[in-house]
């Protein structure tokens, strides 16, 4: 999927947002690490995407993403664009 996006991400940089199950992706043949090479190579890094409590609410969290960690949302950013991850969200 992201092969054929290539194109198009690297001409507008959006933020890339992908949900990132093992199994999925080795039934059209890719990884987990494939998935992670392919956006990097496109200058992205990827952000393991939570959600944490606080008080009544949830706030969104990021963590590094690691290519061991399958069954999560990533939110995929270009470095431009990692500003935008504040501090007080990254754990």
Known sequence: MIRGLSETIE??????????IASHLERVGSSV??????????????????????????????AEFTPSEGGCDVVWLKATEQRLISEERFH
């Open 33 to 62: 690490d494939d998935l992670q090479n392919a956006m990097e190579r496109l200058g992205y890094k990827g952000f393991k995407l939570t959600l944490r409590k606080n008080r009544r609410r949830y706030d969104w969290c990021f």
């Open 11 to 20: 001409r507008c940089s959006p933020i890339v947002i992908t949900e990132v």
